[in-house]
């Protein structure tokens, strides 16, 4: 199968994943990133050997991160996948992206381990999801993904035997420390995540937004 994966929770991440080979284009700008996404697909394409275009290059599905994520970046990408698949007449499949930054960070970790992911979600808050892995390729959430502030999520999960990791523990040391670095976002992950469950036998892949807050703006009479 030759996957597209695109998710636009931080920045933008593309990757193309044929036979096991990936090739990988990002925006880190959360600003710049949904005007660089469709120049990103191409670029990953090209460089994979695969034409222009998703229809010139016969993949055989787009998979894309849900989020959670602000609303104008996550739609982003929500957007832009569906366009692709629409055109390209293939399916189009989500899945969280803590999920997939979970699996970076278990891929290292023992297959008992059990993590809670954090990642910035502004506000003086983190969207933190409990994960463990599930087989060598997949993941489980055991608990979220949901938004709270970083002291919540520190006593919530003080005495229970989970590692907390993600970029988020970098800007929150003080309430989330960890003894891991912040692993990149891999986002050809998520080809693993669901060629693992299609295995399985799953068949539902939502592609629902996670935003799990209202918008910043919001319409209303004056």
Same mark, same amino acid.
């Given at each position: ?22 090739? #990988? ?35 055989? #599905? ?97 005495? #229970? ?48 937004? #996670? ?12």
């Amino acid at each position: 199968m030759i996957d597209l994966c695109i998710d636009t929770s931080v920045g933008a991440a593309v990757a193309v994943v044929n036979d096991g080979v990936v090739t #990988q284009k990002h925006e880190s700008s959360s600003r710049a990133h949904a005007e660089r996404l469709s120049t990103l697909v191409t670029s990953a394409l090209e460089e994979a050997g695969l034409g222009k275009t998703a229809k010139d290059a016969n993949l055989d #599905q787009v998979i894309v991160g849900t989020g959670p994520a602000p609303f104008t970046g996550l739609r982003a990408g929500l957007v832009a996948a569906r366009v692709i698949g629409r055109v390209a007449g293939i399916p189009v499949r989500g899945i969280g992206s803590l999920e997939v930054l979970a699996r970076e960070y278990l891929d290292d970790m023992s297959p008992n381990a059990e993590i809670v992911v954090v990642t910035d979600a502004r506000r003086h808050e983190v969207y933190w999801a409990h994960v463990r892995a599930h087989g060598p390729n997949d993941v489980e959430i055991v608990e979220g993904p949901a938004v709270n502030s970083a002291d919540f999520v520190a006593n919530k999960f003080r005495d #229970q035997p989970v590692e907390f990791v993600g970029p988020a523990c970098e800007i929150y040391s003080d309430a989330l420390p960890t003894s891991r670095g912040t692993a990149a976002f891999d986002v050809s992950n998520a080809s693993r995540i669901v060629r693992a469950r299609l295995a399985d036998g799953v068949t539902e892949f939502p592609t629902d937004p #996670q935003y799990l807050r209202r918008p910043d703006i919001h319409g209303g009479n004056k």
